[in-house]
Nanobody
Framework: QVQLVESGGGLVQAGGSLRLSCAAS????????MAWFRQAPGKEREFVAA??????????YYTDSVKGRFTISRDNAKNTVYLQMNSLKPEDTAVYYC????????????????WGQGTQVTVSS
């Protein structure tokens, strides 16, 4: 069982930055692929970024709309995954969720086993 707790959301002006954190419980954090998803009002949850388990190289994968602006990383010593978000746009406004799964990183939300409660990110124009 893995419990995930997100933090770091807030209100920021367009062009600004935020760093989201996701703290995970459990001793096997390093064996989970981790991802960030987001859900805007009236829209489906969408994939944002993912990072593989460490011994597979810590590979990362991003949705096209955030490439070059967002960076996902993980610190296995702290059981934490981060999402650094730069050059934020109003269309980035959403609730951001952290997710974990055993196995390879993937962009399908239904294949993730554990979810956090979400953190709100609001970007004003």
């Amino acid at each position: 069982q893995v419990q995930l707790v997100e933090s770091g959301g807030g209100l920021v002006q367009a062009g600004g930055s935020l760093r989201l954190s996701c703290a995970a419980s459990g001793r096997t954090f390093s064996s989970y692929a981790m991802a960030w998803f987001r859900q805007a009002p009236g829209k489906e949850r969408e994939f944002v970024a993912a990072i593989s388990i460490s011994w597979s190289g810590g590979n990362t994968y991003y949705t096209d709309s955030v490439k070059g602006r967002f960076t996902i990383s993980r610190d296995n010593a702290k059981n934490t995954v981060y999402l650094q978000m730069n050059s934020l746009k109003p269309e980035d406004t959403a609730v951001y969720y952290c997710a974990a799964r055993r196995g390879d990183l993937i962009s399908r939300a239904d294949l993730y086993d554990y979810w956090g409660q979400g953190t709100q990110v609001t970007v004003s124009s």
